[in-house]
């Protein structure tokens, strides 16, 4: 069957869920791909290079940028963290479903890039669950969360100018919401 590739793109403030929502969904759906970001933040533990982020020096992202290799961009909380665009563009190409899963600025570029692209928004179901995910994460220091927690909520105030909102309080309910507005 020649099914037609498109754009997904699933953006929401850190610790909203958007990792979770992806993973049920890669996990079901062997159509879809998940773009591997680029990123000059340093790895978590556990974390590994070329899997869950392709981990660059400020300097070799920056080189990235000049030669129009990004989908989009954006620095975030004290880093770069962008979309190689080479690996997208090919698997839309080959019909596949070619998630980003990014914080809002970068989002929004991508209207510009990509307009046909399906954008999504996860809300957390209110500010005080967001800081309690970001904590009981345990990846972060007090005072990232605390970063973290006041961009989400100038993230928040943009959320209607995506095309979907879904909020995810009952996550299978929010995977289900999601998979729905993706097949679309
Ligand atoms: P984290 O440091 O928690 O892995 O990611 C921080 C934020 O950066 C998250 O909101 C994540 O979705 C976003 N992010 C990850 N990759 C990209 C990317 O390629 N571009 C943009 N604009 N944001 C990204």
Redesign the pocket.
Known sequence: MNQQGKLVVI?G??GVG?GTIVKSLLSKNPHIFL?I???T?LPRECEINGKD?YFLSRLQFEEMINKSQLL???E??G?Y???PKQPVLEQIEQGKIVI????V???NQVKESFPSATRIFILPPSMEILEQRLKGRGTDTDEVILNRLTKAKEELAVSHQFDYQVINDILENAIADVEDKIKN
């Open positions: 953006t403030p850190s958007k773009s970001s680029a990123t933040r982020y989009e961009w954006a975030y909380a880093n963290y962008g979309t980003l899963e990014i914080e600025l970068g989002a």
